[in-house]
């Protein structure tokens, strides 16, 4: 989680509901298809964790401000990962600092001892950022755990906290995976710049050491799975990402990762940090959310959203390389309305085939073979997304929000995915080939469009599904 500037309010007492005020949902910017709080700030996703049905979002939360500072982990909860309910603040500042980023498991073996009941321990890593409160002037940056007994009901901080002592400046971050063939934890843990600690433990409790490893181009955040090749019976690799998403694929031996294939960019947008993926998720699915860092939310009474959760697949890539595909979990689909439907559309410049149609929030998934048209795309309440074509020896590209990404043609088609809500914007071309997520605000009273400029492209075909809250569904 990166620091910022501090910002100190009195510390209510423990127990404090995230949602003190009633919260209408349905404000000019709020998000009505992506996790934001009822009220005050919020940044990284924390702890997300999967058990007997439900799905644990934890989040870091500012619930006396929309300003960061003051950082608590708030807590929501859901069936589908889409539909959130948010509860009470579960981790408050202390003596030991404010509640920094970090991440959750569910510990089936027991082997922290902290089973009373039927139940499995959910335990939570946080980092204790000693210094960033008056209650916690001089104590370092350590990393902390807290339990749960009750299902993720409740949780307790472990009265022998820190479980890891300071290691260097400001260490942060802890993601703690199992590692089956060793039958230990391992913990990845941010140092400082883009070098991390991997450190291993046989119960939560206890930690050390064992591998330092710099990665360019990622700092802080970092995340650790295992995913199985698509196509490729038995293969499976480790993925390693840092805040911003970016990754590498290796493989781990027992004691070390070994990196194989160097960073590569799992999104182009510019609103996609601190990314994190859930634990313990069945049916060997790999889903991840970000916070969508840098969002406007003017005269608002909560600040910053989630990204939708991002399903995972990894593909063989090249010769001897590894990608990372990423599309909306299937969850989301559910939220459709009827669509409006066109099919093999001769497009022309100057003609909309949107003209009259109103909304706020879409799924729009279209086939498009850009013809002869030098640039084709959509404009959506005031934002374009642009597919460029071939031009002058350059590749083709999708271009938005000041930022461009090379996405080729498939036998002369390109595909676009598109989730458009009141303030975000979150683009899938070529079946997950490439993901560029935004924030925005939209222009009032600008309109939906699909246009095309020097030649004429086809539709070959498109779906715009309107979408229903999640906050009302």
């Given at each position: 989680m990166t620091r910022r500037t501090l910002l100190h309010l009195p510390i209510a007492a423990a127990g404090l509901a995230a949602a003190e005020s009633p919260a209408r949902y349905d404000e000019k910017l709020r998000p009505q298809f992506?996790?934001?709080?009822?009220?005050?700030w919020t940044n990284d996703p924390n702890g997300l964790v999967f058990y007997k049905g439900q799905y644990h979002l934890f989040f870091q939360h500012n619930p006396f401000d929309v300003k960061?500072?003051?950082?608590?982990?708030?807590?929501?909860v859901s069936t589908d990962m889409v539909h959130w309910k948010q509860g009470d603040n579960v981790l408050?500042?202390?003596k030991l600092g404010t509640m920094f980023s970090g991440s959750a498991v569910v510990d089936w073996t027991n082997s922290s001892g902290f089973q009373t009941g039927e139940d499995k321990p959910i335990v939570l890593f946080y980092t204790a950022a000693g210094g960033t409160s008056p209650e916690s002037k001089g104590q370092p940056f350590t990393q902390c755990i807290a339990y749960s007994s009750d299902g993720g009901k409740t949780f307790t901080k472990y009265a022998g906290n820190p479980v890891v002592p300071n290691i260097v400046g400001e260490n942060r971050d802890p993601k703690v995976?199992?590692?089956a063939p060793t039958r230990r934890w391992v913990m990845v843990l941010f140092l400082d710049g883009n070098t991390y600690g991997f450190l291993t433990s046989p119960d939560l409790k206890k930690w050390t050491l064992f591998q330092k490893i710099s990665i360019?181009?990622?700092s802080e955040c970092p995340d650790f799975f295992e995913m199985p090749v698509e196509n490729e019976p038995g293969v499976s690799k480790w993925v390693f990402t840092g805040a911003n998403g970016n990754y590498l694929v290796g493989s781990v031996d027992g004691r070390r990762f070994e990196p194989e294939v160097m960073t590569q960019a799992v999104q182009e947008g510019a609103n996609y940090y601190a990314v994190q993926t859930f634990s313990d998720l069945p049916g060997n699915r790999r889903v991840q959310m970000s916070w969508m860092s840098g969002g406007q939310y003017p005269g608002m009474p909560f600040s910053q959203q989630m990204s939708?959760?991002?399903e995972f697949r990894l593909r063989k890539h090249g010769y001897a390389s590894y990608k990372i595909f990423a599309t909306?979990?299937?969850?989301?689909?559910?939220?459709?309305?009827?669509?409006k439907t066109w099919s093999d559309v001769a497009l022309k410049p100057g003609e909309n085939p949107l003209a009259g149609i109103a909304g706020d929030g879409w799924d729009i998934v279209a086939e498009i073979d850009p013809g002869s048209a030098r640039e084709v795309g959509?404009?959506?309440r005031g934002r374009t997304v642009t597919y460029r074509s071939n031009e002058k020896g350059r590749n083709n590209t999708l271009e938005t929000g000041g930022k461009s990404a090379p996405l080729a043609l498939n036998a002369g088609r390109v595909k676009l995915r598109i989730l458009l809500d009141r303030s975000s914007i979150e683009i899938f071309g070529n079946d997950g080939e490439l993901a560029m997520p935004f924030c925005f605000i939209p222009e009032d009273g600008a309109g939906l469009e699909l246009l095309t400029t020097g030649g004429e492209a086809k539709v070959v075909s498109l779906k715009m599904y309107p979408m229903t809250s999640i906050w009302r569904a």
């Open positions: 992506h996790f934001s709080p009822a009220t005050g960061w500072g003051n950082m608590t982990w708030g807590h929501a408050l500042p202390d995976v199992w590692h360019p181009k990622t939708v959760p991002y909306p979990i299937r969850e989301v689909e559910a939220l459709r309305g009827t669509p959509f404009r959506l």
